[in-house]
């Protein structure tokens, strides 16, 4: 093999070496930064985004309100408009006339199932006991859930505001209206009064 063949067989593995270092030079200054940033470490030029455990987790769920706290408030006038999804099958007033299902004068106190001669269902009749506030927000809520087999086809109030308001018109409608359920005592201040105390005993 001449000279000349080993020229080119050098000037070959020269070139390749080149090359690679021109890659490497192009590829280090794509996705690192170059010296003199003042960093520990070189940081990638591209960043990805990867979602945390978090996203997309469900909110707190607010605390509920309770329903003594809702009917301190609640509105007879606003619960009568609510009421008019009821009027295709009942009655409120002090006819006390039975439609497709029976009359709502005076439910509140009556007996679940009390309205004599009336064809309730034996699951409602199975339910017992007298309409109490919490009873017939309950029922509101959802017919189906306390008395599976209930004639009833109302699917349910979900907001808990406007039960409280159908309420306390439906208690409005009545010879011997209920009281209002008494609101409970909030514990702040009586979870505040020991730890008070023991701030003054270590004085």
Request: negative net charge; hydrophobic residues 40%.
């Amino acid at each position: 093999m001449d000279s000349f063949e080993w020229n080119k067989i050098f000037a070959g593995v020269i070139g390749t070496a080149l090359l690679i270092m021109v890659i490497s030079t192009v590829s280090s200054s794509l996705f690192h930064e170059g010296e003199g940033h003042g960093e520990g470490h070189a940081k990638p030029a591209f960043t990805i985004e990867v979602a945390s455990e978090d996203t997309g987790a469900a909110e707190v769920e607010e605390k509920a309100v309770p329903l003594a706290v809702l009917l301190a408030s609640a509105d007879p006038a606003k619960g009568e408009r609510q009421f008019a999804k009821c009027k295709s099958c009942h009655t409120a007033d002090a006819g006390k006339k039975d439609g497709t299902g029976p009359h709502l004068y005076g439910v509140l106190g009556r007996a679940v199932a009390g309205v004599e001669g009336f064809g309730y269902s034996d699951d409602l009749h199975a339910v017992g006991g007298d309409w109490t506030w919490e009873k017939m927000d309950h029922w509101l809520d959802s017919p189906k859930a306390m008395a599976k087999g209930t004639k009833m086809a109302f699917a349910g109030l979900k907001k808990a505001d406007q039960r409280a308001d159908l309420l306390a018109y439906l208690n409005s409608m009545s010879d011997n209206p209920l009281p209002l359920p008494e609101v409970a005592d909030e514990p702040a201040a009586e979870e505040a009064a020991p730890a008070e105390a023991e701030e003054h005993s270590g004085r």
